[in-house]
């Protein structure tokens, strides 16, 4: 097989742009539009190059933190009061792409007003800052208009609310920018334009990612985590699936690079649930056939979307085809044998066996037998390829360990890294601190969240007494945390204040002997008297997070 390497990295950037857009009518082109006002307005104000590049990107990505279309259509219409969380969500997940780093803190700021920012004394660049406020303005302006409503009969109003908003909550050069380019009709009439992808597309710098990168795989697992990361009983699916078609293509003799492709189309095959609602999604039962329709167009709309991205190659079709059957009864093309070639085969039985290998809403996850007996009747039906199934069973404890060491890794990485930007953040507000505490913030509630998330790990280990290997790697790493999170408050607090540095720094110590004690518990398999040291803990920690009262932590901790 020859390899197309390079991908357009525009039209990446846009295809994902356009699956969030896509999650909803009234957030239609959404991003789209915003990404519009930035650039006319950083065009007017002349910023560098490089700046207005980082800005275009983060409008056309600013809500990827947002993950369920319930939850975009909220922010939307002004009805999330939460703003930070997609927020802080959107900076993590670009931050983790080398090349998307750059707008990262930009994202994260989007909803922060001019008075916060000053205030935070993030000691921003005066372009950087401004680049802020310009997606600030643009997402609000964006978010104002009504999609049921000609575009000229409301911008007057639009405008006029605008220029009412406190005077602090807007740069003023930011602001008087849009008063002026706000008055031409061209500037409204422009955001209707059928070809403004198109033009967005174009207003990107024209560059390449190569397909067998290191780089291009990163970005193939951060998406493939926006999409599994959106409910609880797919966190870990697009990992497997990809890890299980990687391995039964090298079985089958496919190259190194085609092995890589695999890979790639596992993380993406899913792209098209972007557009699906979670209550369909976490629908606890079987779905109705009303239900049945609206899952199926997903596989359509991956299709779509990849087919926007020049660069592929089989990628494409691999990812989307994963749902079409031999007879011709699968969705969306019913593609029947002939047109389904052997990399298609490998993904629907992929997909297949690690679905069944995996709890969902509705069920656990089957045993062996149950998965072997089930996949040897999709074959008698001439649903699935007999010579891959046949791959799958031969070599089913290999495989079935390799994916679920995969999918373990993804969901640590889950816990530790991401769900506490997605949970309940009620109880740990991360910006109660004094301005003089502030250096370092998005540090510390990373790491904070973290703590959160591995304690409620461990808890779920703890109380069902088992694995216990499981339980001291946590942790092992609960332990990291405690030791990363004191040496950067020992950095930031022992500036403002020795003092409270010092008590602070305590506080952390006794939180690491309680840990050891932990340990020493699980390691003699008494685990209730860890759980209920692991109680005291969490209790001391919630505390901590939840008052940011520097002066109490001493006490809180004995």
């Not at 909220?74 to 993590?92: N, P």
């Not at 998307?100 to 007003?113: D, E, F, G, N």
């Not at 969902?360 to 699935?384: G, H, T, V």
């Not at 602070?504 to 110590?509: L, P, Q, T």
Request: some cysteine; aromatic content about 8%; charged content about 25%.
């Amino acid at each position: 097989m020859e390899l197309r390497s390079a991908v357009n990295f525009p039209q990446l950037i846009v295809a994902i742009c356009n699956a969030m857009d896509l999650a909803a009518p009234a957030i239609y082109h959404h991003q789209m539009r915003t990404a519009y006002i930035t650039k006319v307005l950083a065009d007017d104000l002349t910023l560098p190059d490089a700046v207005k590049d980082q800005l275009l990107i983060a409008a056309l990505l600013h809500d990827i933190g947002a993950l369920t279309p319930e939850e975009k259509v909220l922010i939307h219409q002004f009805e999330e009061v939460d703003t930070l969380s997609h927020c802080v969500k959107g900076e993590f997940i670009l931050s983790c792409i080398p090349r998307l780093k750059p707008a990262s803190l930009i994202v994260r700021h989007h909803h922060t007003t001019y008075k916060n920012l000053s205030d935070k004394k993030l000691a921003l660049e005066e372009n950087l800052l401004k680049a802020i406020q310009i997606l600030f303005i643009s997402d609000l302006t964006e978010r104002k208009l009504d999609r049921n409503e000609y575009i000229l009969h409301q911008n007057s109003d639009v405008i006029d609310d605008i220029k009412s908003s406190p005077h602090d909550m807007l740069h003023p050069a930011v602001l008087e920018t849009f008063m002026d380019v706000s008055r031409q009709d061209c500037f409204w009439l422009d955001m209707m334009n059928p070809n403004l992808p198109q033009k967005m597309l174009e207003a990107l710098p024209p560059r390449n990612v190569d397909l067998l990168s290191e780089e291009f795989m990163q970005i193939a697992n951060i998406f493939g985590d926006i999409i599994d990361f959106r409910s609880s009983f797919t966190i870990t699916h697009s990992t497997g699936v990809s890890e299980c078609a990687a391995r039964l293509a090298r079985l089958m003799g496919f190259s190194d690079a085609e092995v890589t492709l695999f890979e790639i189309a596992g993380k993406f095959h899913d792209l098209g649930k972007l557009k699906i609602p979670n209550y369909v999604l976490d629908k606890n039962g079987r779905l109705t056939k009303d239900e049945f329709q609206i899952i199926k167009q997903h596989t359509y709309f991956t299709h779509d979307l990849l087919s926007q991205i020049d660069g592929l190659g089989p990628i494409t079709p691999w990812a989307a085809y994963h749902h079409e059957r031999l007879d011709g009864s699968g969705y969306p093309f019913h593609l029947s044998g002939d047109r389904l070639d052997l990399g298609a085969r490998i993904m629907a039985v992929a997909d297949i066996f690690t679905a069944l290998n995996e709890d969902r809403p509705y069920r656990k996850a089957m045993p062996r037998k149950d998965i072997e007996k089930f996949l040897k009747s999709l074959e008698a039906k001439n649903l699935i390829d007999a010579t891959v199934l046949n791959v799958l069973m031969s070599n089913f404890e290999h495989i079935s360990k390799t994916v679920d060491k995969s999918q373990a890794k993804a969901k640590k990485f889950y816990i530790t890294r991401f769900a506490s930007l997605l949970g309940d953040r009620s109880h740990l507000n991360m910006l109660v601190w004094d301005n003089k505490f502030s250096t370092g913030v998005r540090d510390i509630d990373e790491q904070r969240m973290a703590i959160i998330n591995i304690m409620n790990a461990l808890f779920a280990y703890l109380q069902g007494k088992e694995q216990r290997l499981t339980v001291i790697e946590l942790l092992e790493d609960l332990e990291e945390l405690f030791l990363d999170y004191t040496e950067l408050d020992h950095m930031i607090l022992h500036e403002a204040d020795d003092e409270k540095s010092f008590s602070y720094r305590k506080s952390n110590e006794h939180a690491m002997s309680t840990i050891k004690q932990i340990r020493a518990s699980a390691v003699a398999d008494e685990f209730d008297a860890a759980l209920k040291t692991l109680k005291l803990l969490k209790k001391w920690w919630l505390a901590h997070v939840g008052k940011g009262d520097m002066e109490g932590l001493k006490a809180a901790a004995h």
